[in-house]
């Protein structure tokens, strides 16, 4: 059975805020801030991918989310 999990990611400046759920749980399963940087974002993809087979990723379509599209 394939595993999923959406993320929710709020853009600021200097960090990303996550929160995270999957879809058998109406309640947020894990929140983390990371930097706003390529490595950190990476970073965390990476770890999310070991636990999880399908992800599903949302991010504001700001100023500050532009750059993250493009990581």
């Known amino acids: 059975m394939k595993r999923k999990v959406y993320v929710g ?3 600021h ?3 990303i805020q996550i929160a995270y759920l999957t879809s058998n749980s109406k309640e947020i399963l894990k929140e983390q801030q990371i930097k706003h940087n390529e490595v950190q974002i990476k970073k965390f993809i ?7 087979n ?3 990723c ?3 379509a700001g100023v500050t989310g532009y750059p993250l599209y493009r990581y």
Do not use: R
Not at 46 to 52: A, G, P
């Open 54 to 56: 399908e992800i599903y």
């Open 46 to 52: 990476k770890k999310l991918k070991t636990e999880w």
């Open 58 to 60: 949302c991010y504001e």
């Open 9 to 11: 990611m709020d853009v």
């Open 13 to 15: 400046k200097e960090t």
